[in-house]
């Protein structure tokens, strides 16, 4: 009687400790019951090596500078292979260590010789760029930073990476093990086209001053203006609720979709312009990582090609995310008047500006090459014609996109300063010639 | 007694409660399993698909390559070596940059070495115009033809802007065509390609591939895409002989590698004409010329014939 007593006591005691173990596992892995939720999703992204793939060439740095023996500083590049790329997939090979502060000095370490300098137009998270070199540790590290430029040595004692915030002038530095310098030597010394630079800070923000004038080929593509209907279907169509309303004004076309008609696509026929509200995602981006990925999933969704599109600037109080088509290491303007995507987040949705003019195959141009003066001649011409330095935001060398007039389909892509005032990006020759805006 | 009573009440409650949780636990688990199955099997639905329709692929590789967009200038690069030929009576359209040759005496080929004695022959003096250019293709050729295809410094053109077709009279040579690209230049920095593997999904996808059929072979090559402002461009395109296994029909898919879409309406040897640029006109002039050049060609045939036999060597 008594040891039956003491019997159904222990199994008691073992059934409350299982169901106990039993809790704990599945309050904890509380990510499995997300994932189950999620079926949908993962398998509507079965393209995500390609995604992944996409995500990498977004994020590639866009300018890439060789600082030779004395110091001089050269924009390289190289017509036959893409430079960052080949250097991404160099540096995937390297072990990075933990990002820590550096006490190297700043203006010695940009001039210090036998470097190489891999520049972004606007500030990239550190976080983001370890995803975008497969590196776990930058990847995982407690805190993100933000930076424009990767120095590294170029001859054998390659064993640091400095991550440098060019604003505020911070140093981060991050031990590197496998790399061979050799392997960025020989990638260095097959670039064809080299040219003499200059840095230095314009309002705050250091830039590529180009001391001689630069001589650089046109280029021409075949474009391709993707139908609306394809957008229709990779942006408002969903499983829940497919019917879209269709309402026109003026040259402009707007499609409702979703359950509240709360997703908008307004097509601007005239110029190739789309925009696309989506006003159910309204959490706002937290960090630059964050608004750097988000922006990438919706330009993504958009689904037109992003081979050439690179990113070109963020406004982390505005969450605005910008990008841009670029062609053999250099942007293009008034593909539209936004560049090629622009993404802005807000309390009451997404907002994706886009174009439906895509790159499609490069061809033959008929034009010569074109010679630009150097960054100072260009800037004293608009000084000449009286606007003032302070007036002049910014400025990158870039391809206008200037629409072929006998075969409609092709574009040509003419190399020229764009400069930005007043809030606005336009050739410095536009500038020059017209000082009304 | 009643303490014991709520014991027991505590036990079946508690069996009752670890039955449940262990089975959602498990349900959790499996789900998970579940879910990542149908995210990779993709690849692996579409082959088992392809099983079932009887459809026969080698191994493919499933590697990435590397290609560029080249661009050729339309120029006449064999009609300005014609006079270089001996001992053949030739025939040229400038049109369509054609070259269509006879041999005074055939050129006897050994079965055995057929290929060896051809490559031989074209590498040797001026026998044929850059002879030396060319690779023999054994997945073009035929019984009665034997292919060579341009290979230049970025790969081989897989084009009928580019190759050298011998007919062939049981062991002998009588006569071939040839066509030339000249000059290219890299348009764009290298650009990753598809694999092979890539490529015959896509197409099988696409309803390209018929039930019942073998993939013979996959070859990446360059076509012509397009022909814009007087120059041809050429991209890397995945070539993929399909044959099929009731009729022993063969008929050649082209993918273009870098963008993966399919090139439709291109069959084996007819792909020069271009398909964005050139109006329906241009096309039928080109045609007629062809016609007006081999009525041209075989009365020049007919003329020269003794003459050219008298100074043609043997071969072999």
Redesign the interface.
């Known amino acids: 009687m008594r040891r039956n ?1 003491l019997f ?2 222990l ?2 005691i073992i ?2 400790v ?2 106990l173990v ?2 704990f ?2 309050w904890t ?1 509380n990510q ?2 997300e ?2 939720t ?2 949908e999703t ?2 509507k ?2 393209e ?1 090596t390609s995604e992944q793939g996409n995500f990498e060439q977004v994020y590639l740095p866009t300018q890439i500078i060789n600082v030779t023996k004395n110091k001089q500083h050269h924009l390289i590049y ?5 430079l960052a790329t080949e250097l991404r997939d160099t540096m995937k090979e390297w072990h990075f260590g933990l990002a820590r502060n550096s006490h190297q000095n700043y203006a010695d370490l940009i001039n210090s010789p036998q470097t190489l300098q891999l520049g972004y137009h606007d500030f990239i998270s550190l976080k983001l760029f370890g995803k975008v070199e497969s590196q776990s540790v930058l990847q995982k590290a407690t805190r993100d930073r933000k930076f424009t430029r990767i120095i590294f040595s170029t001859d054998a004692k390659l064993k640091t990476v400095y991550f440098i915030n060019d604003t505020t002038k911070q140093i981060w530095q991050s031990k590197v093990s496998n790399a061979k310098s050799s392997q960025i030597a020989k990638l260095i010394k097959a670039a064809d086209f080299s040219t003499t630079i200059r840095q230095k800070y314009l309002n705050g923000k250091l830039r590529t001053f180009y001391d001689e004038s630069v001589s650089l080929t046109p280029y ?1 593509y ?1 474009i391709n203006r993707r139908n609306e209907n394809t957008y229709i279907s990779a942006l408002l169509s969903d499983s829940s609720n497919s019917a879209v309303d269709t309402r026109e004004s003026g040259g402009k076309t707007i499609y409702y979709g979703g359950s509240y008609r709360n997703r908008q696509l307004t097509v601007d026929h005239r110029r190739d312009q789309l925009k696309f509200v989506d006003n159910t995602t309204t959490d706002l981006p937290e960090s630059l990582k964050a608004l750097l990925e988000k922006g990438f999933t919706a330009i993504n969704d958009v689904d037109n ?1 992003l ?1 050439d599109v690179r990113y070109f600037g963020s406004d982390e109080n505005d969450h605005t995310v910008s990008y841009r088509s670029y062609v ?1 290491g250099f942007p293009i303007f008034q593909q539209s008047d936004f560049g090629a995507f622009e993404v802005n987040f807000n309390h009451t949705g997404s907002t994706i500006n886009f174009s439906s003019r895509t790159l499609q ?4 141009s ?1 034009s010569d090459k074109v010679v630009l003066p150097a960054t100072l001649d260009m800037i004293n011409q608009l000084i000449n014609v009286g606007y003032t330095e302070k007036q002049i935001k910014d400025f990158a060398i870039g391809y206008r996109w200037v629409p072929d007039t006998d ?1 409609t389909d ?1 574009v040509d892509l003419k190399p020229t300063y764009y400069v930005k005032i007043n809030n606005r990006w336009r050739d410095y020759q536009d500038w020059l010639a017209d000082k009304t805006e | 007694m009643d303490f014991r009573r709520i014991e027991w009440i505590f036990l079946i409650v508690f069996i009752g409660l670890d039955i449940f949780l262990g089975f959602s636990y498990m349900q959790n688990n499996s789900k998970i399993v579940f879910s990542d199955d149908q995210v990779t099997a993709t690849s692996s639905t579409i082959l088992r698909d392809m099983r079932d329709d009887n459809i026969t692929v080698g191994s493919l590789s499933t590697k990435q390559g590397e290609g560029y967009y080249l661009s050729s200038q339309v120029t006449d690069p064999l009609g300005s070596h014609l006079d270089e030929l001996s001992n053949q009576t030739y025939a040229y359209n400038r049109t369509t940059h054609t070259l269509r040759s006879e041999f005074g005496i055939q050129i006897l080929l050994s079965k055995k070495k057929a290929v060896a004695d051809l490559e031989k022959y074209l590498k040797t003096g001026q026998n044929i115009i850059f002879g030396d250019q060319y690779e023999y293709s054994a997945g073009l050729s035929s019984s009665d033809s034997m292919v060579f295809v341009q290979k230049t410094k970025y790969g081989s053109i897989i084009d009928a802007q580019g190759e050298l077709i011998f007919k062939l009279d049981d062991d002998e040579v009588i006569s071939y065509t040839q066509t030339y690209v000249g000059d290219l230049t890299v348009l764009r920095e290298k650009q990753a390609t598809i694999s092979a593997n890539d490529a015959v999904q896509l197409l099988y996808i696409s309803s390209e591939i018929p039930e019942n059929s073998k993939i013979v072979w996959c070859k990446l090559g360059y076509s012509e895409l397009i022909s814009v402002r007087g120059s041809v461009i050429f991209v890397p395109v995945w070539n993929v002989m399909v044959q099929h296994k009731g009729t022993k029909n063969e008929s050649l898919k082209k993918v273009n590698a870098l963008n993966s879409t399919i090139i439709k309406n291109q069959s084996t040897g007819s792909s020069s004409s271009s398909r964005s640029t050139s109006t329906s006109t241009d096309t039928n002039s080109s045609e007629t010329s062809i016609t007006s050049a081999s009525v041209d060609s075989s009365s020049l045939l007919n003329s020269t014939q003794t003459n050219v036999a008298a100074t043609t060597p043997a071969t072999n």
């Open positions: 007593n159904v006591r199994l008691l059934a409350v299982i169901s039993l809790s596992l599945i892995n499995r019951y994932r189950k999620d079926t993962t398998t992204r079965e995500t190289d017509h036959q292979v893409s021409s075949l090609p081979t053999e195959v490069p061809v033959p008929k075969e092709i």
